[in-house]
């Protein structure tokens, strides 16, 4: 069965921190589908990212980068020099094609960035 | 375009009176998905529409609630005789057809 795990439930760190928040997943398909989406105090889904199954080049955005582990089923994610503004509960998520790319969601890990 | 849009926003009810949620998706997305979620929690799958056809409903949605999509564009959510453990955000999505979900802001219910 398909299963993502956010085994941090809340982090805290100073502004300018490095901070990265882990990502398992558990699935038996070889075609799938990896998101991050971050869930501001208003309360908004925002996407992030997707990745697929056979793309595990390392990605970066900004102060943004994520690391996709396949051999780990790990797909982790690092903000860097963190801002207070990156304040939210980040949700690590799984679909795969043949479930209508419903969204298997972790429970989400709530990010605290302190001035 | 302006994304998904949600309404109403916010929406306080009676135990046992009928609510109704709107959801417009992004026009060129055949694909829209409902999900609930409650505080501290990820969100549950609910239903998902591919263009006018409900094609998956998940157990969780019993016989008080009802979803359509007229057209295959917008979409509403009916709960009927609402109870205090329907409280939540309930949460409309679209997508195109690449497995990327685009979420509205929320329709919060919560029911007294």
């Known amino acids: 069965a398909q299963k993502v795990t956010q085994a941090q439930t809340e982090i805290s760190v100073v502004e300018k921190e490095d901070v990265t928040l882990d990502c398992v997943y558990e699935?038996?398909?070889?075609?799938?589908?990896l998101f991050w989406y971050k869930q501001p105090p208003s309360g908004e889904l925002v996407f992030l990212i997707r990745?697929?199954?056979?793309d595990e080049q390392n990605e970066i955005s900004g102060r943004y980068s994520w690391n996709f582990q396949k051999s780990t089923s790990s797909f982790n994610f690092t903000i860097t020099a963190s801002q207070v503004v990156d304040s939210a509960v980040y949700f690590c998520?799984?679909?795969?094609?043949?479930?209508?790319?419903?969204?298997?969601w972790g429970a989400g890990t709530k990010l605290i960035i302190k001035p | 375009d302006t994304g998904v849009s949600q309404n109403p926003r916010h929406k306080i009810t009676k135990r046992g009176q009928n609510v109704t949620f709107r959801c417009d998706p992004i026009?060129?997305?055949?694909?829209l998905y409902w999900y609930r979620q409650t505080l501290g929690q990820g969100p549950e799958f609910l239903t998902y529409?591919?263009?006018?056809?409900?094609?998956?409903k998940s157990r969780l949605l019993s016989d008080r609630f009802s979803a359509e999509r007229p057209k295959g564009s917008f979409s509403t959510l009916e709960i009927q005789r609402t109870e205090q453990g329907d409280s939540a955000m309930y949460l409309c999505?679209?997508?195109?057809?690449?497995?990327?979900?685009?979420f509205g802001e929320g329709s919060r219910l919560t029911v007294l």
């Open positions: 026009s060129e997305h055949n694909r």
């Open positions: 529409f591919q263009n006018e056809a409900q094609l998956e």
């Open positions: 699935t038996r398909d070889t075609t799938y589908y």
């Open positions: 990745r697929n199954s056979f």
């Open positions: 999505a679209s997508s195109p057809n690449t497995g990327e979900l685009f």
């Open positions: 998520a799984l679909s795969e094609p043949d479930s209508n790319y419903q969204l298997i």
